[in-house]
T-cell receptor, first 116, second 118 residues
């Protein structure tokens, strides 16, 4: 069965600090997708990244970076120089590749509070 | 591209009434649509998956007769909460995917509907 664990329930940092959100997943599939989403207080899901299991390269997008370690089944997300606008709940998710939507599992989320 | 529109964004209804939520893919044909439910401070849980023109597949524990899903066209899916009760109050969010445009997969979510049953 697919499972996503985000061990950090809540994190508080002061603005400009770097913060890493952890994500550990379980799957028997050899091919899968991993995602990160941001959910601000307004509720909508903001897509941040989708990574195919074949692609283990780390990715950087502005202040965001992702570290995919297949060996440890982790897909961690780092925000550099955090800002108050980064305050939100962040979800890591795992999905089957070939059966669209099936086995699309969200982690429990990490609530990030960035204090001014 | 790949925009999904969901409405209403908020709805308050009386206990015992039915509420319909619409999810539209605006610029692509969604061969599959998904409905999620999110209780306060919890994660999103998949309720059901619907493929255009066929019956929805419901996750275990989701009542088919209570949460009616219709996916009559490639651009529209509806979720009807029938005989709503206060425990149905939640945030409902849809997502759409297209086998013809696999690059869209995973980021086409609606903006959600906050349902409050009083």
């Amino acid at each position: 069965a697919q499972k996503v664990t985000q061990a950090q329930t809540e994190i508080s940092v002061v603005e400009k600090e770097d913060v890493t959100l952890d994500c550990v997943y379980e799957t028997r599939d050899t091919t899968y997708y991993l995602f990160w989403y941001k959910q601000p207080p307004s509720g909508e899901l903001v897509f941040l990244i989708r990574r195919n299991s074949f692609d283990e390269q780390n990715e950087i997008s502005g202040r965001y970076s992702w570290n995919f370690q297949k060996s440890t089944s982790s897909f961690n997300f780092t925000i550099t120089a955090s800002q108050v606008v980064d305050s939100a709940v962040y979800f890591c998710a795992l999905s089957d590749v070939f059966n669209y939507g099936q086995n699309f599992v969200f982690g429990p989320g990490t609530r990030l509070s960035v204090l001014p | 591209g790949a925009v999904v529109s969901q409405h209403p964004s908020r709805v308050i209804c009386k206990s015992g009434t039915s509420v319909k939520i619409e999810c539209r893919s605006l610029d692509f044909q969604a061969t599959t649509m998904f409905w999620y439910r999110q209780f306060p401070k919890q994660s999103l849980m998949l309720m059901a998956t619907s493929n255009e023109g066929s019956k929805a597949t419901y996750e275990q524990g989701v009542e088919k007769d209570k949460f009616l899903i219709n996916h009559a066209s490639l651009t529209l899916s509806t979720l009807t909460v029938t005989s709503a009760h206060p425990e149905d109050s939640s945030f409902y969010i849809c997502s759409a995917a297209s086998r013809r445009q696999p690059t869209n997969y995973g980021y086409t979510f609606g903006s959600g509907t906050r349902l409050t049953v009083v």
